[in-house]
């Protein structure tokens, strides 16, 4: 990693509050403390190991995947990987049995051979450390997806994890440096950069047909409370839910912001210089906890906890003048967004609200002509893949 992509990460460490509230205070808001501070300023000077980016691993001619966690996403994977050929998934893992058997009866299904099977608190260290896996797919809760990643790497195997790939500035650089040092593959599973649109408007930016990139949006918005937050059979053990207390700002940002960097070149020609990052205070959630809690006493726990700001904006400048603004609410009432504005020189493209559509001018091009730039822009993957994908399925992508 470059000293200016270190820079940033110290930078986003700081942030404006903290120049203003003093390092403890902003700590109290961010979790990062002047500790993580230092160590991320340490791992600036030590300079990169090997640059990853670019970096293509040995070929594997039939990929043997371990997938650790079964639950909604996970479960999922097992049925999607199945479609692939040169794959064979040879490994499964979960806290709870009975996700694992679970998956077992979806390999049946799919006509696939049935796969080692792990569980328990740490049953995931035991499955990274077997000598008969090359890929490990982690679609655990946030918290384990840097230990899980890590590991792998560290067993030799290349690591694929959900978002966000880490939660604190020391477990980044962790996956940075293990990275680096392993030259193990960790890719961060934003399956939203393959959305249909979004490779549209990607590859028509790398066509030259909006000009030069100026300003993007991108988002989460997806009210997520009453049917996922608070659901005891939604998340394990409610795991979601207590990732929005006691930690404010933007939880989720790479729904939103990967396709538009993408666009943007991020880290390929451009980078994020620094951002200001703002939050509401939360006007649901603890209501929520009140609610539910008077008729179901499983819920007082989370009654009066400090829930994280309803609305966080963001707006990051990069190192060449451009801006990008980046939206997360996952608890209050408005229909699905990511956005995924892209603005040019040239021309823009917008997603949501829907339909989605496109500008060389004051207007958005009409239907027909829409569909014209979808057939001759839509990248060689979509026009190969894209029928498939659909009827695969995949959380968009």
Not at 113 to 126: C, H, L, Q, R, V
Not at 133 to 162: C, F, Q, R
Request: glycine letters at 8%; proline letters at 4%; charged letters at 25%.
């Amino acid at each position: 990693m470059s000293t200016n992509r270190r820079n940033f990460l110290r930078r986003m460490a700081i942030g404006t509050g903290a120049l203003a509230a003093g390092i403890p205070s902003f700590a109290k808001v961010t979790g990062v403390t002047l500790e993580q501070k230092e160590r991320s300023e340490i791992f600036e000077k030590k300079g990169q190991r090997f640059n990853m980016c670019g970096y293509a691993a040995p070929k594997i001619d039939i990929v043997r995947v371990a997938i650790i966690g079964l639950g909604m996403r996970g479960s999922d994977a097992v049925e999607r990987l199945s479609y692939i050929d040169g794959l064979e998934i040879v490994a499964l893992c979960d806290k709870y049995p009975d996700r694992v058997a679970a998956s077992q009866k979806i390999l049946e299904k799919m006509g696939r051979t049935k796969a080692k099977e792990y569980s328990g608190e740490e049953g995931w260290k035991a499955l990274c450390e077997s000598n008969n896996i090359d890929l490990v797919y982690s679609t655990t809760p946030w918290h384990l997806h840097t230990p899980v990643s890590v590991y792998a790497m560290k067993n030799g195997k290349h690591a694929a994890t959900e978002v966000p790939a880490g939660k604190t500035l020391d477990e980044l650089w962790e996956l940075v440096e293990t990275s680096e040092k392993t030259r193990k593959h960790c890719m961060m599973l934003e399956n939203c950069c393959y959305d249909f649109f979004e490779l549209l408007t990607l590859n028509m930016t790398r066509q030259g047909m909006f000009g030069e990139i100026v300003h993007a949006e991108g988002a989460y918005i997806h009210d997520l409370s009453k049917d996922w937050l608070f659901n005891k059979r939604a998340y394990a053990d409610m795991w979601r839910l207590k990732e929005n207390i006691g930690h404010n700002g933007n939880l989720y940002p790479t729904h939103g912001l990967g396709p538009i960097a993408q666009c943007m070149n991020i880290n390929r020609g451009d980078k994020f210089d620094h951002l200001v990052s703002m939050s509401t205070n939360d006007f649901t959630l603890n209501n929520m906890a009140k609610d539910i809690a008077a008729k179901d006493d499983f819920f007082k726990p989370y009654v009066d906890k400090p829930y994280r700001g309803n609305m966080n904006t963001t707006l990051v400048r990069t190192n060449k003048g451009k801006t990008v603004m980046v939206q997360h609410d996952v608890s209050t009432i408005r229909p699905y967004s990511r956005i995924h504005l892209v603005s040019g020189t040239k021309g823009a493209a917008q997603k949501w609200p829907g339909p989605q559509r496109i500008a060389f001018g004051h207007s958005w091009v009409k239907t027909e002509e829409l569909k014209q730039l979808e057939e001759k822009y839509a990248p060689p993957i979509v026009k190969h893949i894209g029928n498939i994908a659909k009827e695969v399925g995949g959380h968009g992508g």
